[in-house]
């Protein structure tokens, strides 16, 4: 068993001198413990977050954040290979700068894990820290998340925010946090690479948009909210600095905030169908700002922020 005192105090400078060679046999290991706290999205430490599986493990990798530990089980042992840890922890130095490779068996990894069906690794990250500066530079494009309380939703905004050129995105109070871990495997790796700023009180955040010279365009769900019409979606003004407010997906934005708003939007629907949820409705208002801010790119004014976006996976 590896012994709790050896490895209480996990730091990047240990590595080297620590092959981690013993695997960890009992459930009540502290760094299975912290996994296991980390996985179920309950650890306590702050900017540190468990993720698990090998695409978004490989994703931290390839967005240069800190991984402080990976944990992996006898079928998770050729994702190493992936990242450039084969043998490591197994009797082979480890790089001074790369993560704390540990093993453990298949049994206490399904029971570490937070899926139902675990792939054999996992990771301890340390997530970024932003600031407002971090969302309003160039030209910006900011998705304000208000009362989205699922996480699937949440991580599936974040990362249509990253593909359509978003410069950041804040999930505001009563909105699920885009660093639980659905939130993180919805958004596919986006999370470690969009600046991202949580539980942020509406009424400040309102304010320090207007005052870095921001427009609010909120998503409406009925015609006559907040007692104003709504414009269509293709004939809104998107191109310029602009912050985007989506709603939860039961009764959408407070109706304070809708009349913070500069503009309500509304995207015409067809048939019987009465609405979208709130990951597919910031999906289709930030295809519409990117369509608008390539197009103001082509006639000669660039327009920072933008990027391809990336393959479906």
Not at 81 to 86: F, I, K, P, Q, V
Not at 100 to 111: N, Q
Request: hydrophobic residues 45%.
């Amino acid at each position: 068993m590896m012994g709790d005192r050896a490895h209480s105090a996990p730091s990047a400078s240990s590595h080297a001198s620590d092959s981690a060679a013993a695997r960890i046999t009992s459930r009540e290991n502290r760094w299975l413990k912290k996994f296991r706290a980390a996985l179920a999205g309950d650890l306590d430490e702050p900017n540190l977050a468990g993720i698990e599986g090998p695409h978004l493990v490989e994703e931290a990798q390839r967005s240069g954040i800190e991984i402080q530990a990976i944990l992996v089980c006898p079928s998770g042992e050729k994702h190493l290979e992936r990242l450039g840890l084969a043998g490591a922890g197994a009797g082979a130095p480890e790089k001074a700068t790369g993560p704390r490779v540990l093993r453990t068996s298949d049994r206490l990894f399904a029971a570490t894990a937070g899926t139902e069906t675990p792939q054999g690794i996992a990771a301890l990250v340390r997530l970024p820290e932003y600031h407002f500066e971090d969302l309003v530079g160039g030209v910006p494009l900011v998705v304000v998340l208000v009362g989205v309380q699922d996480p699937g939703n949440v991580g599936t905004i974040v990362r249509s925010a990253e593909a359509f050129g978003a410069t950041g995105l804040v999930a505001a109070a009563a909105s699920a946090s885009p660093y639980g871990p659905k939130a993180m495997r919805a958004s596919a790796g986006s999370v470690f690479r969009l600046p991202i700023l949580v539980r942020t009180q509406p009424p400040v955040l309102l304010a320090q948009l207007r005052m870095a010279g921001v427009r609010l365009v909120a998503t409406a769900v009925t015609e006559g909210a907040a007692g104003r019409r709504a414009t269509s979606l293709h004939r809104a003004e998107l191109a310029g600095p602009v912050a985007v407010l989506i709603g939860g997906e039961a009764r959408g934005l407070p109706e304070d905030v809708l009349r913070s708003a500069d503009d309500l939007l509304r995207i015409r629907l067809a048939g019987p169908v009465e609405s979208l949820n709130a990951a597919v409705a910031a999906s289709v208002v930030l295809y519409e700002a990117a369509r608008q801010r390539s197009e103001e790119g082509r006639a000669g004014q660039p327009l920072s922020g933008s990027a391809p976006a990336p393959e479906a996976r």
